[in-house]
Structure formats: C-alpha cells, structure tokens
C-alpha cells in the first residue's frame, strides 16, 4: 500500500503536503491513464486505487483535506462476472471429489481433515477462517444443520447446510464433536 502511495506521488509530482491536499479528481483520473498508458493490467490498477482511497478517506476524517478525490472515479473492469471468469482457475467437480476422497477416513486425523475440505468447498472460506470454528458453531438449529463462522472478515454468517451436511456430520464431524467442551477448536489435535 505504501509504495502504492509512493508511486502516486511521484507520477503526480507531489512536492508538498499542501500539493497532496489539493488533488483532485483529475489528478487520480490521470494517474489513472498514466497506468494504463504505461501497460498496467486493469486488475493492477483497481488495486492501486483503494489505497489511495484510503488515505484520502483518513485525510479527510482529520479534516485536512475537503473531500476525498478518489470517491467518483472509476475503477477499471477486470473482468469478475462470475465465478472462474477472473484470472484464478476454479477446481473441477471431478478435482474436488478428488480431494475429499484423499483423507484416509480410516483414522481420526482423516475425519479432520475431510471435514475441513467439506467446509472450505462449501463455504468458500479463507484459510484461517475453518481454523477458528469452535465446536459450537456446527450444530441443529430448528431442523436444519447451521455453520456459524466469520466468513472474509465481515459479520459472523450462519449457514444453512443441506440436507446431506447430516451424512456429512454423521460419517465425518461426529467423532470430532464428542469433546468435553464446546469452546473448544473443531480442528485442534
């Protein structure tokens, strides 16, 4: 992020304090442009954009400069309209039924993992987010099984499983839940 910034001010020519209060939004438009023109891709350039945005959006809130340049300007498409319509290649049905046949079911620490993959799969959760599940978050809530977890840092989502999320529990989860607390981790060993 800060050699985003330090990139801006060099292309814009930004001597001073008061010249970084004063941009506009011609400024970032032709900052804009100068990135295109330089052969930039159009994913690189709506990644430098936020954080200028964000220090605008912090100069603003301490009221040193008027409005935040950014707000208005539009960011480059880059093509996400849709899943494995961007730049990431997406795993096959064929690839996912792979993994999630992988684990040794046959020991515990296989349960575990088939269990992670179920929930990375079904959630489309980052790394870090199966790993902080406690054991109370997987449970029945009326007649459905519900996953409560914190998916991309945003408030804690209750999800709804399918109906055959109680085979999963059955065959995978319920030896990991037969624990003597709920506070525990799911997935510690």
Not at 11 to 34: C, G, W
Not at 165 to 172: E, G, I, M, R, V
Request: charged share 25%; aromatic share 10%.
């Amino acid at each position: 992020m800060v050699k985003h910034l330090a990139n801006f001010i060099a292309k814009m020519d930004i001597r001073s304090n008061a010249d970084l209060y004063n941009v506009t939004q011609a400024h970032v438009i032709a900052y804009r442009e100068i990135l295109r023109d330089e052969g930039m891709s159009k994913a690189s350039i709506a990644n430098r954009l936020p954080a200028l945005s964000s220090l605008y959006k912090f100069l603003t809130d301490k009221q040193l400069c008027k409005f935040n340049p950014v707000s208005g300007v539009r960011y480059p498409k880059t093509g996400h309209n849709g899943l494995g319509s961007g730049k990431t290649p997406t795993l096959s049905s064929a690839q996912v039924r792979a993994m999630l046949d992988a684990p040794n079911t046959a020991k515990l620490q296989g349960l575990r993992d088939r269990a992670i993959l179920h929930i990375f799969f079904y959630t489309g959760g980052r790394c870090s987010e199966p790993g902080a599940l406690k054991v109370k978050d997987f449970r029945m809530d009326r007649e459905y099984w519900v996953l409560e977890m914190t998916i991309r840092e945003r408030k804690p989502t209750r999800l709804r499983f399918i109906p055959s999320a109680k085979l999963l529990y059955n065959d995978t989860c319920k030896p990991l839940v037969m624990r003597t607390s709920c506070r525990l981790p799911y997935f510690a060993w």
